[in-house]
């Protein structure tokens, strides 16, 4: 105890009570404070359980009937389960379709877009991605080393999965050889949101490059409608006249929407 100094009051009993008293209670008031925070401290984890529950719930129904047991936004929900584990997704899920409509508009958008959802990180949104790069190399896989005018669907597929939700018109093209096999496909251009710039000499000359003997021209629309242009008509009717007196075969001209697609060669305008 500190000795009184001189010219200070003299300390009572009763003073030193009260002093005793009021270090005693402030002492109460900050040990309270972690005791408060305890509830709040226990909410995520009754939350995890909760989620816990529901995603094994939605899990054992995707494993005991497959996908058609659930509806898009719980496959997508099922799916960002992994990459986003300590939080509820289906918000998130219902965002993401909300915003780009479909699956396909999920995995079809851009990084950036993808990050304007709440909820979705850069991981998160290069994640989706990697799954569409998987999914459009699978499809090309289906048309890989095969008769591609025997496998028209899967190649629709693929086209549609790699090129219906690009921001700018993409002009791509398949190169066959005399069994029309693929030999490589190839984006010749990009240019903008109704317009690529497309060289007949260029396409021609790689088509001679390569060794093939047919190809098939396609480009995007990301508008989302197929329907041909005048410009589209023209620029078809050029290339084949071009490739034809070199012995290259034009079998067809794509044109890639959002929800379906067009055939020059199926509307009789090449």
């Known amino acids: 105890m500190?000795?009184?100094?001189?010219?200070?009051?003299?300390?009572?009993?009763?003073?030193?009570?009260d002093d005793l008293f009021e270090e005693a209670d402030e002492r109460g008031h900050f040990f309270e404070r972690p005791a408060?925070?305890?509830?709040?401290?226990?909410?995520?984890?009754?939350?995890d359980k909760h989620y816990h529950g529901h995603r094994e719930r939605?899990?054992?129904?995707?494993?005991?009937?497959?996908d058609t047991a659930l509806a898009d936004y719980e496959i997508l929900e099922l799916l960002l389960f992994r990459l986003i584990p300590r939080r509820d997704t289906k918000p998130i899920a219902k965002a993401l379709l909300d915003r780009f409509g479909t699956l396909s508009g999920?995995?079809?958008?851009?990084?950036?877009?993808?990050?304007?959802?709440?909820?979705?990180?850069?991981?998160?949104?290069?994640?989706?991605?990697l799954i569409a790069a998987v999914a459009q190399r699978?499809?090309?896989?289906?048309?890989?080393?095969?008769?591609?005018?025997?496998?028209?669907?899967?190649?629709?597929?693929?086209?549609?999965a790699?090129?219906?939700?690009?921001?700018?018109?993409?002009?791509?093209?398949?190169?066959?050889?005399?069994?029309?096999?693929?030999?490589?496909?190839?984006?010749?251009?990009?240019?903008?949101?109704?317009?690529?710039?497309?060289?007949?000499?260029?396409?021609?000359?790689?088509?001679?490059?390569?060794s093939a003997t047919a190809i098939i021209l396609v480009h995007n629309h990301p508008s989302g409608d197929p329907t041909p242009s005048r410009a589209d008509?023209?620029?078809?009717?050029?290339?084949?006249?071009?490739?034809?007196?070199?012995?290259i075969t034009v079998h067809d001209h794509i044109i890639i929407g959002k929800d379906g697609h067009a055939s020059l060669k199926g509307l009789r305008l090449m």
């Open 36 to 47: 408060r925070a305890t509830p709040a401290k226990a909410l995520p984890a009754a939350d």
């Open 106 to 129: 999920v995995f079809g958008a851009t990084p950036a877009l993808l990050q304007e959802v709440k909820g979705i990180g850069e991981a998160v949104a290069l994640d989706l991605k």
């Open 58 to 66: 939605l899990r054992t129904r995707f494993r005991d009937n497959g």
């Open 2 to 17: 500190t000795r009184p100094r001189a010219g200070d009051e003299p300390t009572s009993p009763a003073d030193m009570a």
């Open 138 to 160: 699978t499809l090309k896989s289906e048309i890989r080393n095969k008769t591609v005018l025997s496998s028209w669907s899967s190649l629709i597929q693929y086209c549609h």
């Open 233 to 247: 008509i023209d620029m078809t009717k050029t290339i084949v006249e071009t490739a034809r007196p070199l012995g």
């Open 162 to 210: 790699a090129m219906a939700h690009e921001p700018r018109e993409q002009f791509r093209i398949l190169f066959l050889d005399k069994r029309n096999t693929l030999i490589a496909d190839e984006v010749q251009g990009r240019g903008t949101v109704d317009h690529t710039p497309v060289y007949p000499r260029e396409v021609v000359r790689r088509a001679l490059e390569l």
